[in-house]
């Protein structure tokens, strides 16, 4: 029978809406739904991938137990009762801290995981907690919490209204966006130019964002802080500053213009190779313009100064008067709120990590630091793992030693459908329905949408027989554990019940009843001024917490030209992060893999198009091929991450054949962002020298290379 199904697309931060035809148990179309209220229409081709996903043959739909045979399936009670008994096991015989958690990005594309993951993680009671967050947004956290005071008070970009727009790090014609959710990016910046607004990109490649924009700057990588840095010294220098709204509401601007004074656009033009001039002028265009904003992602989150980066981000459009402004930075108005009244605000630094003495953030240590947890013995030391929708083999720096640690763990439960380079390493895997088998409602990316807007999307597909939902698994685990610890269990509710309540208590009174009524969605109109009103003299925003104000001191303002390449990321619309190669629609055509240099930098290492290479950092190396490319900044070479699908006993058919090389075997678990400890993915440094194949005795003849800055 055929039927036709409204959907949002789990699958990145742009929750596009989807119209999916299925007949019985075949889907037949999966399009853009021109209705939907927020994306209206709009797709990119990964879409389609979820029809793949759902039919995908290496997808594991029955829980598994490694055995000296190999894989074996096995019942959904054996499977809980082995897991919560060895995790229990771990924690009586060596402490709690003894299991460690890994969140992985899928968690919160998945309202089942992130409303009920903390039943088993609680139980727990375990410090040792990671996740994908320390790889990617945490400075944004840090910021929000200490200068706004909740983790997850971070207004977005205004798209729509905004007139002139300097984006740092961020490529959203492949990504689509992130932290700022906005379906269509591409039609958003079509428009945005329509109406003689201006585009400025600082990136040290000519992505395919940069090529549309109207000014393109690029900088040798982790060099932004100079420019936003000089950009503050400029305004305060011209008394430009002007705080709008929050006139009378922030304190410590005296702190930030003294910190900020040596860090003239003369020594910013030093390390960023950026003219004096143009930062002056830049300045003077983001002050003179009332519809502005600074935005600032990955590219200025995951590189050595990640938290100054976003600190001086959000001082930028604070301090111009373009926070809370229609056109400049605002807070959106969600149906559920997850900065609302009554929520976490979170906090950093409440304890340390054993071994590195890294701050926790939220609740979390620095992914970074894993697997010197796992490897390093003592009281404490990691014993066994819980991996939840999660990769940090392929995600997370220095993946190699990360890879080895897993093998030298007691035991690793995993809560995913694949056997992939991490859960190769479980006891168990317990996999959760395919997405399409379950409900979906968009928690944190509506927060961030660029829009209000409000979206049920009922499940697909029934449940089949003998599955379960991720919450359940979370719930059955979380009893097993509970019971294992002598704990009571909570009775549970389903998450249904959760988020309707959740609609109900919100800012708008929405119910699941009139969601499901309205499956494109339901419009709750653009951005209001909301934010300064949440503060007062007695709770201003807090313009210079102790930490940014140190490390900006601690910052060297003498520029030391770098000897070693260095190394950046790249993301492909028809990929997403690690776990989407296995999909033929989506990885074929041209290789997406291979390293891009600059032709004269490897002209100065005789290095031909398509020719084999070894890029050696720190902590390893990898061999992949050039790509050509007269788009990077000399001195930069660009690696996509999620690939290195080569390992031994992954069950990954299509994306074994597309393995390519992992750029987290290059990225340093010793390289963060001193702040947040945030991994710091980007500005890696790297050598990249000819792989000579000598015949004869088939081994290679590679380059001896100094890395050192
Ligand atoms: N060098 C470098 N490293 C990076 C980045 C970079 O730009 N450069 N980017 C970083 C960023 S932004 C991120 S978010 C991280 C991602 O890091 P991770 O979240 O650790 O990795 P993913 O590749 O997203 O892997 C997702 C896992 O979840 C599983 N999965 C998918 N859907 C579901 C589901 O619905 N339920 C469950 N239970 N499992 C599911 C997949 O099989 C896979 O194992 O990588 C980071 N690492
Ligand atoms: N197709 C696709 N879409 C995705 C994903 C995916 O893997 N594939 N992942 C999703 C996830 S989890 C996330 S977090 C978002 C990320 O979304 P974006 O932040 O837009 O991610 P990137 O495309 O990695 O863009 C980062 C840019 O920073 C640049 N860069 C690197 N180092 C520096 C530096 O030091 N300074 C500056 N100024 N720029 C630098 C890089 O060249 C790159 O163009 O994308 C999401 N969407
Ligand atoms: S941009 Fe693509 S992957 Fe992201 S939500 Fe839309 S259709 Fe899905
Ligand atoms: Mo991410």
């Known amino acids: 029978m055929r039927q036709t199904h409204h959907r949002s697309c789990h699958l990145c931060e742009a929750i596009c809406g989807l119209v999916i035809e299925t007949d019985g148990e075949q889907i037949v179309s999966i399009k853009g739904d021109k209705d939907d209220v927020f994306s ?54 060596f402490g709690d801290d003894a299991v460690a958690i890994y969140a992985g990005n899928p968690s919160i594309h998945s309202y089942g995981t992130w409303l009920y993951s903390g039943y088993t993680t609680r139980a727990l009671k375990t410090k040792n907690r990671f996740s994908a967050t320390s790889v990617d947004q945490l400075p944004h956290h840090v910021v929000a919490l200490l200068s706004f005071g909740h983790w997850l008070r971070i207004p977005v970009v205004d798209i729509d209204r905004c007139q002139w727009l300097l984006m740092l790090g961020a490529n959203p014609l492949a990504s689509n966006g992130s932290v700022m959710t906005a379906p269509d990016m591409p039609n958003r910046l079509k428009r945005l130019k329509a109406r003689q607004g201006k585009l400025l990109v600082v990136d040290p490649r000519r992505t395919e964002t940069a090529k549309v924009a109207d000014l393109h700057l690029a900088m040798p990588p982790g060099k932004d802080v100079y420019l936003l840095l000089a950009m503050l010294q400029h305004l305060f220098a011209q008394n430009w500053q002007k705080l709008g ?85 605002m807070l959106s108005n969600p149906a559920i709120d997850p900065a609302g009244p009554g929520s976490n605000p979170q906090g950093f630094d409440r304890h340390r990590s054993r071994v590195r003495g890294l701050p926790e953030f939220a609740g979390e240590y620095p992914s970074a630091t894993l697997a010197e947890e796992i490897l390093t013995p003592g009281a404490g030391q990691i014993k066994a793992l819980l991996t939840i929708a999660g990769n940090p083999v392929l995600s997370t720096p220095n993946g190699r030693q990360l890879d080895d640690a897993l093998s030298q763990l007691d035991f690793m439960v995993a809560v995913d459908f694949y056997i992939n380079e991490t859960t190769r390493h479980a006891d168990v895997i317990l996999p959760p329905v395919s997405p399409l088998e379950r409900g979906h409602y968009d928690y944190i990316f509506h927060a961030l949408g660029v829009y209000n807007t409000s979206r049920f999307s009922a499940p697909i597909f029934p449940k089949p027989e003998n599955s379960k939902h991720d919450w359940q698994i979370f719930v059955e685990l979380g009893d097993a554990i509970r019971a294992c610890k002598e704990m009571p269990a909570k009775q549970s509710v389903s998450p249904e019940q959760v988020l309707d309540m959740m609609l109900q208590q919100g800012a708008h009174k929405l119910d699941l009843a009139t969601l499901e009524q309205h499956p494109s969605g339901v419009d709750l109109g653009p951005h209001i001024s909301r934010m300064a009103a949440l503060y007062s003299e007695e709770n201003p925003v807090r313009l210079a917490p102790e930490q940014f104000i140190q490390a900006v001191r601690n910052l060297n303002c003498e520029h030391t030209e770098p000897k070693a390449l260095k190394l950046i990321g790249r993301r492909h619309t028809r990929s997403n992060n690690s776990w989407m190669h296995n999909y033929h629609r989506l990885v074929k055509g041209k290789r997406r893999d291979q390293l891009m240099m600059h032709p004269s930098d490897m002209q100065a290492r005789h290095i031909t198009a398509e020719a084999k290479v070894l890029i050696k950092s720190r902590v ?25 699908h080569n390992r031994l006993a992954t069950k990954l058919h299509i994306a074994e054949q597309h393995a390519g090389v992992s750029a987290n075997d290059l990225t340093d678990d010793q390289y963060i962002d001193t702040i947040s400890g945030n991994a710091a993915v980007n500005g890696v440094n790297v050598e990249v020298c000819l792989v000579k194949l000598t015949p004869k005795s088939k081994s290679s003849e590679l380059c001896m290379v100094a890395l050192s800055d």
């Not at 829980?63 to 000296?68: I, L, N, S």
């Not at 995790?87 to 015989?93: P, V």
């Not at 600074?294 to 926070?323: D, F, K, P």
């Open 620 to 644: 390893g190396s990898v061999v992949a091929t050039v790509q050509a490319c007269e788009d990077l900044l000399p001195g930069v070479v660009s690696l996509p991450h999620g690939f290195g």
């Open 245 to 329: 709204r929050f006139e009378g509401l922030v304190d410590g601007m005296a702190q930030v213009v003294e910190a900020v004074a040596p860090f003239t656009p003369e020594v910013a033009e030093q390390h960023t190779g950026i003219s004096a001039e143009t930062i002056r002028q830049i300045t003077a265009e983001l002050v003179a313009e009332p519809k502005a904003a600074v935005y600032g992602r990955m590219g200025v989150s995951t590189q050595e100064h990640g938290t100054l980066c976003q600190w001086a981000i959000q001082l930028l459009n604070l301090l111009t008067g373009h926070m809370d402004e229609v056109g400049g930075l």
């Open 40 to 93: 209206k229409g709009y797709i990119c081709p990964k879409a389609v991938a979820l029809q793949d996903i759902h039919t995908d043959p290496d997808r594991i739909t029955e829980p598994m137990r490694k055995t000296a045979n190999g894989w074996q399936p096995i019942s959904w009670p054996e499977a809980i009762e082995l897991a919560a008994e060895q995790l229990c096991a771990a924690q009586a015989n």
